[in-house]
């Protein structure tokens, strides 16, 4: 019964790359949620996401920032031309639908910038 | 502007004591608090929660009260451990149920 996976646990990017977050949600949910945690801040909601279809993106900066949630697969946050800014921990978490709103957190991944 | 804060950015007790934590919020249509305790490298994990219909929630060790009024809740332990040392986030979830809005943590030291 494996929670929240996400992948990689560490990841540096270098000024302008590309980084790929992977959140694979717990058996039978189907709601993603993605989080990011600044350095000495809480965490702060991106992204609201069911299978197909981005329900709530009011949390995303504008930018460089994508999200998916495929019919089969992890859910991804892509982050664009990444810069230093970025450097963050970001959390996902899974529901199992309306009828049970509680999240589970995955343990983060946490992204480096250089 | 923050909606939930969290004024105490660490706390320190005594192991066997009561460790007290507070959250304070804005927005009065809030009705729905929950506190989640993160470890270092580790996702939060959810502790208890509170609807705004009630006043306190007990759940063994820990117990949340919830005052309306002053916009302010706040976790109790008692006894504290120290295992219980670990960061404690106050949260309110949206009226849709898909957001959860964090304060800024509080860090529990529980010393031996």
């Known amino acids: 019964n494996a929670g929240v996976m996400q992948n990689p646990r560490h990841l540096v990017r270098r000024r302008g790359q590309e980084a790929r977050l992977r959140c694979s949600p717990m058996?039978?949910?189907?709601?993603v949620y993605w989080y990011r945690q600044l350095p000495e801040e809480g965490l702060k909601f991106m992204v609201y996401?069911?299978?197909?279809?981005?329900?709530?993106e009011s949390g995303m900066p504008k930018e460089r920032f994508s999200a998916e949630f495929p019919k089969e697969g992890p859910s991804i946050l892509r982050i664009q031309q990444v810069v230093r800014g970025d450097s963050a921990a970001y959390f996902c978490?899974?529901?199992?639908?309306?009828?049970?709103?509680?999240?589970?957190f995955g343990p983060g991944t946490r992204l480096t910038v250089l | 502007d923050q909606q939930v804060k969290q004024n105490s950015p660490s706390l320190s007790v005594q192991e066997g004591r009561i460790s007290i934590l507070n959250c304070d919020y804005t927005?009065?249509?809030?009705?729905?608090f929950l506190w989640y305790k993160k470890y270092p490298a580790e996702g939060p994990t959810f502790l208890i929660s509170?609807?705004?219909?009630?006043d306190k929630n007990e759940d063994g060790r820990f117990t949340v009260f919830l005052n309306k009024s002053a916009k302010h809740l706040s976790l109790h332990i008692v006894p504290s451990q120290p295992g219980d040392s670990a960061v404690y986030f106050c949260?309110?979830?949206?009226?849709?149920?898909?957001?959860?809005?964090f304060g800024g943590g509080t860090r529990l030291m529980v010393k031996p």
């Open positions: 978490a899974s529901s199992p639908g309306l009828e049970n709103l509680e999240q589970f």
């Open positions: 058996k039978g949910h189907s709601h």
């Open positions: 996401l069911q299978k197909e279809n981005i329900i709530d």
């Open positions: 927005n009065s249509m809030f009705d729905y």
């Open positions: 509170i609807s705004s219909i009630k």
């Open positions: 949260a309110t979830l949206n009226n849709a149920g898909n957001m959860l809005t």
